[in-house]
């Protein structure tokens, strides 16, 4: 069970939505490993388990194709890559539902993150097909969750996907500096125009779609302002359409094999990094942090400290990674595999839960499933 | 040492359709402000606030407001219609906002606005600008700014572009007849004295006109304690914002006032 949460160490009061709390990242200690770390992340934990109690959401990504045109200077599957640590892999159909079927009954994860790269041959009639068809999938085995990760689309191409059955959607804004932002994804593709991308929500709240997820890739520009920003930015989505983001993206930069752009001065360390995954929690205490395996375990593991986050276990970043176990990858990962990693979690006081949903835009265990260590059949 | 640019011509800046945009923007974002106590920073010729504050509703709403410029252009301010009528409520102060400590004096201010300066301020210096500006207002208080900062490309590689663009405008001012021949050549200049001409020429050169994009000066910003509440675009001149902030109490000063001090802070 979750360990006991000891009393915040002071009477400061920290206020959901106050925007104040961004100024923290230029707090001379912040991010040194003093007091003012220690508070934020102590009471980053005590907010979380009061909301969550120790649970954290697994959530798989599968990714659908690595054929892309875009040219992001720091993915790996960028297109002018050819082939450092990568195949470029369009999963057909039956592939699709191999990779799921692998995922539900092998490793117990219901929650699929469909990822896609820019492939002029995988457009929303596609993601559309697919969505449906891992719902059919998940619903065979009891239910389940599905949202995407793709690029960038018009309020049509999400209304369409909210119909065919999309539980949620994410997409990064990567980083909320125009000027860098243009240098990072050269071209005329849609991804290449920073205000195309950035009124992305806007267009999905418009669509109808209410369970979003918003992030940066820390990193690419001054990473506190990128962080300061992106709660300025959730603060204006929560004040227009009445329901903030309900994921949050945390991925921090970290150099690809076949990318151009590996490094940059803006990077922030770990402790700088995960007490700004603290300080938004104390932000936006409800909104699910996305951790990846981009992160190793130990980091992870003090991110979700309190509960209320989005845990991968299970991790490939190349379309047929699970079952097919095709190499390569977009970035560098781990793979903590389920059933195995599980039971870590949970001696760590953390419940990791496989069977769950989003619900009016909020992470809802299923009646029947409570999670018992692992959701994956032996 | 600092030195004002202003000159004849600058008066003529609202016959600009953008510029005449960005001050009828402002007027609504300051009418919708709380407070009473207004700062003008590099207040000019006066021609901008005259055009703020010539509501007569002004009269009521403001108690106090304090103009500052490097110039001395107090008898300036006196021959606008509306100024004149807030005299009993409007100072003027000459001083450089980098070294305007002595509006520690005057107590916080609920806004303060600031039009067309911190381009003209060296980067290295834009940081201390943009914390005299944050110290001048209180907390939950406003601040205005109103400035180039250019959309497209960095520092002063589109001085050209932003300059041209106000050329042209100036141009289009003198074709629907918002200015006469006579003025549009004081707004111009002849490229030798002061005017458009002459500050196109030092832009791209690289001696005036320190253009920051909004993300560097949202960034000085926050780092000065203000928070970014919204970020207008001009549809006249891409080239112009009108950005406005909120003052926030620090973290570190929150926790200090509820808490006792904070080891190491």
Not at chain 1, 56 to 84: D, H, K, M, Q
């Amino acid at each position: 069970m979750c360990g006991e949460m000891s009393s915040p160490p002071t009477s400061f009061e920290w206020r959901t939505g106050d925007l104040a709390i961004a100024h923290a990242l230029w707090d001379k200690q912040f991010g040194k490993g003093g007091s003012l770390d220690t508070q934020i992340l102590e009471a980053s934990k005590l907010k979380k388990y009061e909301q969550y109690r120790g649970f954290l959401f697994a959530i798989v990504p599968l990714y659908i194709t690595s054929i892309c045109v875009e040219s992001c200077l720091y993915c790996n599957f960028r297109a002018g890559n050819r082939g450092v640590k990568l195949q470029r892999v369009r999963l057909r159909p039956l592939q699709l539902a191999d990779e799921v079927q692998y995922l539900i009954e092998k490793k117990g994860l219901r929650v699929i993150e469909l990822v896609y790269a820019t492939d002029p041959l995988v457009r929303v009639d596609r993601m559309c097909k697919d969505v449906e068809r891992v719902q059919r999938l998940l619903a065979k085995s009891g239910g389940g969750a599905v949202g995407i990760n793709a690029e960038a689309l018009d309020v049509d191409e999400y209304r369409r996907l909210k119909d065919a059955g999309l539980d949620f959607i994410v997409l990064w804004q990567e980083t909320y500096d125009r000027d860098q932002y243009i240098k990072y994804h050269p071209g005329t593709t849609k991804k290449a125009c920073f205000e195309y991308r950035l009124e992305a929500y806007d267009r999905m709240f418009v669509a109808g779609i209410r369970t979003i997820g918003m992030g940066i890739l820390s990193g690419l520009s001054d990473w506190r302002l990128d962080w300061a920003l992106l709660m300025d930015h959730e603060a204006y989505i929560s004040e227009t359409y009445g329901i903030g983001p309900c994921i949050l993206g945390v991925p921090r930069l970290k150099g690809a094999a076949g990318a151009l752009v590996r490094e940059t001065p803006w990077v922030p360390n770990r402790q700088e990094f995960k007490c700004a995954v603290a300080l938004h929690n104390l932000f936006a205490p409800s909104v699910l942090p996305f951790l990846s395996t981009r992160e190793d375990w130990e980091l992870c593991s003090e991110m979700a400290s309190g509960g209320g986050a989005l845990f991968t276990l299970n991790c490939s970043t190349i379309p047929g990674g699970y079952a097919a176990r095709a190499q390569g990858y977009q970035f560098p990962t781990d793979n903590f595999d389920a059933p195995l990693y599980a039971p870590r979690l949970i001696r760590q006081g953390l419940l990791p839960v496989f069977d769950w949903k989003f619900s009016k835009g909020e992470a809802v265990i299923a009646e029947r499933r409570l999670a018992s260590g692992t959701g994956a059949q032996e | 040492m600092p030195y004002s640019r202003l000159y004849r011509g600058f008066r003529l800046a609202g016959a600009l359709s953008s510029v005449k945009a960005q001050r009828e923007y402002q007027k609504l974002v300051l009418a919708s402000l709380p407070g009473s106590r207004l700062l003008i920073v590099g207040c000019g010729f006066g021609d901008e606030a005259e055009q703020l504050l010539s509501d007569k509703s002004c009269i009521q709403k403001w108690s106090d407001i304090t103009a500052i410029d490097l110039a001395d252009v107090s008898g300036e301010l006196r021959r606008h219609e509306h100024l004149s009528m807030l005299t009993d409520k409007l100072r003027f102060h000459q001083c450089d906002l980098l070294e305007a400590c002595c509006l520690d004096s005057y107590g916080f201010f609920d806004i303060v606005q600031c039009s067309f300066v911190l381009h003209d301020i060296r980067p290295s210096e834009k940081g201390t600008a943009m914390e005299r500006l944050a110290a001048a207002v209180r907390y939950g208080g406003h601040i205005i700014i109103s400035d180039i900062f250019p959309l497209r490309g960095l520092k002063n590689q589109n001085a050209r572009d932003v300059y041209d663009t106000f050329i042209y405008e100036a141009l289009d001012a003198l074709a629907v007849g918002r200015i006469s021949s006579v003025e549009l050549n004081e707004l111009l200049g002849d490229g030798t004295c002061s005017g458009l001409l002459r500050s196109r020429e030092e832009a791209i050169q690289g001696t005036r006109d320190f253009f920051e994009s909004t993300y560097e000066i949202v960034g000085r910003a926050f780092s000065a304690g203000l928070s970014l509440i919204s970020l207008a675009r001009n549809i006249d001149n891409e080239n112009l914002a009108v950005l406005v902030f909120v003052r926030q109490e620090s973290i570190s000063d929150r926790m200090a006032s509820s808490m006792g001090t904070i080891d190491g802070i």
